[in-house]
């Protein structure tokens, strides 16, 4: 014990800039590994302790004055190894299977270490301190604002969704927007898209969430009206058929399964609708369609055919959108090791060239014949003469 505290002096007579504590003793130890980072905010330094487990991240600040003390703590009798940066010092410890401890040191200019470590906390849409009651409702903040632990990474996700709709309306000045939200479910994410639009952006939004589950309606109303969420109103229907005659300004789908995608695509295209926000689910269409005489190295093993069976329904989509006059992306929503569902399509109206038209058509058409697949969106298309 003595000779980890003499070490870990050692290491913190310089300023660190960073700290990961790796390579557990024994399997009962709970954190797989600890980032420490140094961070600013207001003027002031402080130390950002990440811990991670298999599925989840926990936080944790300190004053930078207690970290010698916190790293002997969480090192002792749990970790195997620490690895910490100053701005001109590598230093690597290793503790032996015999419990010898080693220190390695290596100078080292670490301006980028620097830069890193002292960027402000990332600037997030949706801010800690916010009293956003759908946040606290979902328990992924506490009454006071603060962020919950365990719910980090759910956070983290629902600012990505709203960055990347926010990137698209910063794009044009809108006053008000009229905006469906296709199988929405529970719709937390629908009221805090109401909260940013109204509350963070000062647009007029009148918003609709339709869902198939009479009980999930009667539920999200009456939440609505507890928010006093007066635009924003949630009704029964299915995707397919469902009758809107007003304008469109953006659609939302999140995790319509299988083709019901397509069909909220098909809907948002005849609407004439200005952006389009697609978080597909479950592709089945394809995985029962594809067929390849000269590829079947993509159809033979089950988990490819699959995973390859859901990028190309994606990657016809984004075509199809854009032989319509959207210009159309394909985006990472959340990393995949938290969801496999992490593709979004994100479409906005043109305008596309001819060329670039006639070329999405031609590569639409040859992957159909290749892979023998019938897409539903191309035939919901085609009969509404649309395409």
Known sequence: ?????????????????????????????????????????????????????DKQVFHENIELDVLNSKLVEMVFENYKQIGAWSDSTNYDLKISKKGKIFLGKKKSQNENLINKSHNREKNYILKEGMLIQPLIDLGIFTKGGKIVNSKYDKYKQINRFIEIIDDEIKKNDYKELTILDFGCGKSYLTFVLYYYFVEIKK??????????????IKKCNDIAKKYNYENLKFELGDINGYKYTDNV?????????DTATDYALYNAVKWNTKMIFSVPCCQHEFNDQINSDELSILTKYGIIKERVSALMTDAVRGNLLEVLGYKTQILEFIDISHSPKNILIRASKGPISKDKKEKAMKEVNNIIKEFNLNPTLLNLLKNDNLI
């Not at 009148?206 to 869902?211: P, W």
């Not at 300004?249 to 399964?257: E, Q």
């Open 203 to 216: 647009i007029d939004v009148k918003m609709i969430g339709l869902d198939l589950k009479d009980d999930v």
């Open 249 to 257: 300004d953006m659609v939302i789908t999140l995790h319509a399964c």
């Open 1 to 53: 014990m003595e000779e980890l505290k003499n070490k870990i002096n050692e290491i913190t007579r310089d300023k660190l800039l960073k700290v990961v504590i790796s390579n557990k003793l024994n399997k009962d130890v709970e954190y797989n590994k600890i980032n420490i980072e140094l961070k600013e905010k207001n003027n002031k330094e402080y130390y950002q302790i990440e811990k991670y487990t």
